[in-house]
């Protein structure tokens, strides 16, 4: 195994519902702000702040 493949990573994230251009927005599951989401995005969804930390979180630390 090399790092070059990233075998040491945790696999890529799925992808991210659309951003909605105006609201009614989903709030944030975590700290409960608003996020750049519609309402009707089904699912987990994070404010910007937390899909941040939440992405620091995870990432490989090599």
């Known amino acids: 195994m090399t ?3 990233g075998a040491f990573c945790a696999p890529e994230p799925a992808p991210r519902p659309p951003k909605a251009a105006e609201g009614p927005f989903a709030r944030c599951v975590l700290c ?3 996020t750049e989401y519609a309402e009707s995005v ?3 969804v994070l404010c910007p702040v937390c ?3 939440e992405a620091q979180r995870t990432a490989c630390s090599g």
């Open 3 to 5: 790092t070059e493949s």
């Open 32 to 34: 409960l702000e608003p």
């Open 42 to 44: 089904k699912g987990i």
């Open 51 to 53: 899909e941040w930390q």
